[in-house]
């Protein structure tokens, strides 16, 4: 039979006996309200007041937990969190990096306008910079920026750029087992199981009640993060959660000892080939971008000197800026920003182009754009 609420009949005592047998084996509070047992007629009702009092006495929970203990210099956990703020008076959705050396719980944030691969090599660049030294293992998610295939017997195949930020080193990076650049081995969790990365899922929780709320108000991202940096220092001076005598800051200068060196930081950032159009513009993700002071957007573009109009250059974009290399030159670097549909332009690219085609100067768009009136003027040669 099934029981259903408002059946009734027979005696109101359910077969405790069986039923916590049943229960402690299968571990499944929701199905034991649909099970039935031969010769009980009673209602719905003590079955649930059972399962009850079953889950209060601890039976079946399931919910048990192994206290993991990390030495110094052991491992560093890395996770991203979504909040809210208001920069140049406007709110805006940023993504938060955020990182806690185990042992010593020594924490540090920095935020950013998203999750790209650029963003989490800059933010490992911070991170093991402001601990001044690198643990043996980082402790991540399966976020496509960093694994790229998590197969059914849970091995992971790492993104080769997470596991070779330097390109010179790229070649000689062992696959899916070091970051390459820094010697520290990624661990990545098993999928939904944030448990295993515990301190720093709280350590998300702490900040954002700590930090974020009420709503942080700054002119831009950059005295936002300078804000944060302070924060990460002053939390330092916390009593450390299992040492009660000794502060977070204590503890650290401990375990820094057993970090190992940092040596220099490696180039983090994203690259690919692109050809330069005839108007002087180069195209990355959809966007196309000027060689000189612009705006990266989803719909911006940059100008490159007109002399490569046609050639293939490398574009690097990294978390705050965009670099346009020819061969072994950089050509132009950029402030990245993150502005929709709009286009920045560098005037003084085209005066070698206006030597050849001086009429295009009045009608310009850029030119018009970007100079106050009465900046230029035509006038004979």
Request: net charge positive; proline share 7%; with cysteine.
């Amino acid at each position: 039979m099934i029981w259903t609420k408002g059946a009734h009949g027979g005696s109101d005592e359910p077969p405790c006996s069986f039923m916590s047998g049943w229960f402690s084996l299968s571990g499944h509070c929701c199905a034991m309200p649909c099970r039935a047992v031969d010769g009980y007629t009673g209602s719905y009702s003590p079955v649930q007041h059972f399962i009850r009092d079953l889950k209060r006495a601890g039976l079946g929970s399931g919910d048990a937990f192994i206290p993991l203990q990390f030495q110094d210099g052991d491992a560093l956990q890395f996770d991203w969190s979504e909040e809210h703020v208001v920069l140049g008076g406007i709110v805006q959705k940023i993504k938060v990096a955020h990182f806690r050396l185990c042992h010593s719980r020594k924490p540090f944030v920095m935020a950013y306008p998203g999750e790209a691969q650029e963003m989490v090599l800059d933010a490992f660049v911070r991170a093991l910079t402001f601990y001044g030294g690198v643990p043996r293992r980082v402790i991540i998610d399966n976020p496509k920026t960093m694994v790229t295939y998590v197969s059914r017997s849970k091995d992971r195949v790492f993104h080769p750029r997470f596991l070779a930020p330097s390109r010179q080193h790229a070649a000689h990076a062992p696959a899916g087992q070091r970051m390459n650049h820094y010697v520290m081995e990624p661990v990545a969790c098993t999928p939904a199981s944030g448990w295993e990365k515990g301190q720093v899922e709280n350590q998300v929780q702490f900040l954002r009640r700590q930090l974020f709320a009420p709503k942080l108000a700054f002119d831009d991202l950059e005295s936002l993060n300078v804000w944060l940096n302070l924060q990460c220092d002053a939390l330092g001076s916390r009593r450390h959660p299992e040492r009660q005598d000794h502060t977070v800051d204590t503890i650290f200068s401990e375990e820094k000892a057993d970090l190992r060196p940092l040596g220099r930081a490696f180039d983090g950032y994203v690259e690919k080939t692109v050809r330069v159009r005839s108007t002087c513009l180069v195209q990355y993700d959809s966007n196309y971008y000027q060689t000189g002071d612009c705006l990266q957007s989803p719909r911006g573009r940059y100008r490159v000197p007109a002399r490569f109009a046609g050639q293939r250059v490398s574009l690097r974009t990294y978390a705050s800026r965009i670099v346009v290399v020819a061969g072994r030159d950089v050509i132009a670097e950029h402030i990245r920003r993150f502005t929709r549909n709009v286009s920045y332009f560098e005037p003084w690219h085209y005066v070698p182009l206006l030597e050849r085609k001086p009429g295009a100067l009045r009608p310009s768009r850029d030119i018009a754009a970007q100079c106050p009136a009465g900046q230029w003027t035509v006038r004979p040669l």
